[in-house]
């Protein structure tokens, strides 16, 4: 049923249809309003889990883990700091393959502090063996928690939607919220694989010396590529059973007889679809490439549908300091080593909440039509940098 | 596609008016898109919210930079913070204020509407919370959002008491816009 929501609502909602047993988050800032609508649910006895709240998301990624171990379907959210709160645990949570669902309403770091968007938290634990989604719009990321639990659980391995904070979290419109009759035919009941019982006393994720801890590092990357088969179904499951494509590995806009194509993940291709759609009224061909699953990286698709493009923008909002684009690294990789005449510019935008405007996506197309541009900070007020910075 | 920025101080209802005309334009049928500018929002802090209005998908993420209509809450607003900026010259903005448009002395093209928003509020909701009653201004001068619906949203949003009090501020503000039409003040 079409309802008009909140972001953090329509997440909350799919979240309890989904029926998770335990729900453990740090209910201070930075937080979102996912678990305070959870909290309630389950405080009114409309969502039958247990909600732990702790004192730390360190605490809470740590109960989950237990959780998750002891065979429950587990979830948690976060953001920002309380992510990086989270480090230690969520390395622990994948090495454990333990199927967690978390949402990351993506934020920037400190220092300095600043509550707004970018993807910088979820970029620090792109390495970490979870899988990692990536919302367009609400409708995406509501839909994307019906498909996180079915993945999780099919891959044992752990899965993180990340949503852009504020601009969806916080952003009501309209999202077809499905019924609890729908997920349950979409998703079967929890059966965990190996869990730790009282009864038969086993460990997770205890010790393993040189001989061993390689061969673990190499079975979760395997896993990790693997998966990409299994987001590639789920997602087509998901448009069988309620009608409407959400998810998958990538999505692309217009991309056909694009002469520049730019490539982006989360709310900003909204921005960058009207975008397009003014530029192909001036006779200017550009498409989209969106890449919904960032980790595992579908290096094999990027290629497939960019092979023929010769002008490639990555924008982002992350950067790896010292060294610059994350994604654009990524997808510059995903051609062949040694091949001429493809240009690949990086951008860097929307860090800290910095508004990206129409005008500054426009002008950046007009750059990169003329020039390859190694590194740029889009809409940077030189004004506001002093010359001793530099 | 129709934009709309609100301005207004932390405490004003600034992104609850934002999402209630959005909620009542999807009630209408429409597609809608509200919100928050995302600032620090302490009490009596200047706050911006956005809303977008569409018969189709709204996609763009952007903050609403050029809007057709503003709402302002506070009328000292003007004085320290750059309300108008990219204002549509054939737009409309609407100031909660005690005065006539014209003694604003706004910098604009736009036609200039003003109502004591925050008197009314004190009068029938009993404290200044002056949103419902822009919002019923809104509605009133523009018609682009139907009255019904807006009872609704606010219904919706704030069941009992609290409704009641701001759907009769609503209603009060659209006869005040409608009686003066035509008028200054």
Redesign the interface.
């Known amino acids: 049923m079409l309802k008009?929501l909140?972001g953090s609502h329509a997440v909350s909602q799919v979240v309890a249809m989904c029926r998770p047993q335990v729900i453990s988050a740090y209910p201070i800032t930075p937080q979102t309003h996912i678990v305070e609508d959870l909290a309630r649910l389950v405080g009114e006895g409309q969502l039958d889990a247990e909600f732990i709240n702790v004192e730390s998301e360190f605490s809470a990624a740590s109960v989950v883990l237990g959780a998750a171990a002891a065979g429950a379907r587990t979830y948690t959210t976060t953001t920002s700091q309380g992510l990086l709160l989270m480090n230690e645990v969520i390395y622990c949570i994948a090495g454990m393959r333990l199927p967690i669902v978390l949402t990351c309403a993506n934020r920037a770091i400190s220092a300095p502090l600043n509550?707004?968007?970018d993807h910088s938290d979820s970029m620090t634990v792109r390495d970490a063996g979870w899988i990692q989604l990536h919302a367009e719009?609400n409708q995406e990321a509501a839909d994307l928690h019906a498909q996180a639990f079915k993945i999780a659980e099919q891959t044992s391995l752990p899965l993180m939607v990340c949503m852009?904070g504020?601009?969806l979290t916080?952003?009501?419109?309209?999202v077809d919220i499905p019924e609890q009759k729908e997920i349950d035919a979409f998703l079967p009941p929890f059966k965990p694989q190996h869990i730790v019982d009282p009864r038969w006393p086993r460990a997770l994720g205890l010790y393993a010396d040189p001989r061993f801890y390689m061969e673990t590092r190499y079975i979760l990357h395997r896993a990790l590529e693997k998966s990409e088969q299994v987001i590639s179904r789920v997602s087509a499951d998901f448009a069988k059973s309620f009608g409407r494509e959400s998810g998958g590995l990538i999505k692309t806009y217009n991309l056909e007889d694009a002469e520049v194509v730019i490539v982006t993940m989360g709310?900003?291709?909204?921005?960058i679809?009207?975008l397009i759609d003014q530029l192909s009224e001036e006779g200017k061909k550009v498409g989209l490439l969106q890449i919904c699953s960032f980790r595992p990286f579908p290096k094999q698709e990027v290629y497939r549908v960019l092979k023929d493009k010769m002008n490639i923008v990555v924008l982002e909002k992350s950067v790896s300091l010292g060294r610059g684009g994350i994604l654009a690294s990524d997808i510059r990789w995903s051609f062949p080593r040694g091949e001429k005449g493809r240009s690949i510019s990086s951008y860097i935008a929307g860090l800290g909440?910095r508004?990206?405007?129409?005008d500054a996506l426009r002008e950046m197309v007009a750059r990169v039509e003329k020039e390859q541009v190694d590194l740029a900070f889009l809409s940077l007020n030189q004004e506001i940098i002093a010359e001793r910075d530099l | 596609m129709i934009e709309i920025r609100i301005h207004g101080r932390g405490g004003q209802g600034n992104v609850a008016a934002?999402?209630l005309l959005?909620?009542a334009a999807?009630?209408d049928g429409k597609?809608?898109?509200?919100?928050?500018s995302?600032g620090?929002e302490r009490i009596g802090a200047p706050v911006q919210a956005f809303v977008r209005i569409d018969t189709k998908k709204?996609?763009?993420?952007?903050?609403v930079?050029e809007p057709n209509y503003l709402i302002v809450q506070d009328q000292y607003l003007i004085d320290t913070v750059p309300v108008l900026d990219g204002l549509k010259p054939d737009g409309l903005v609407i100031v909660n204020a005690d005065r006539c448009p014209e003694d604003l002395q706004l910098k604009t093209t736009a036609t200039v509407a003003t109502i004591p928003a925050t008197q009314i509020a004190l009068e029938i909701v009993g404290r200044p919370i002056p949103n419902a009653i822009m919002i019923g201004a809104f509605c009133s001068i523009t018609g682009l959002v139907s009255l019904e619906a807006v009872q609704r949203a606010i219904m919706e949003k704030f069941p009992g008491k609290t409704g009641e009090n701001n759907v009769a501020a609503l209603e009060r503000a659209h006869e005040i816009m409608q009686k003066g039409k035509g008028q200054p003040c």
């Open positions: 008009y909140e509550i707004w968007n719009d852009d504020f601009i916080h952003a009501f419109e309209p709310s900003i291709a909204g921005t679809k009207d909440g508004n990206i405007s129409t | 934002a999402e959005a909620n999807f009630k597609y809608a898109q509200a919100f928050p995302f620090a709204i996609r763009t993420r952007e903050d930079r």
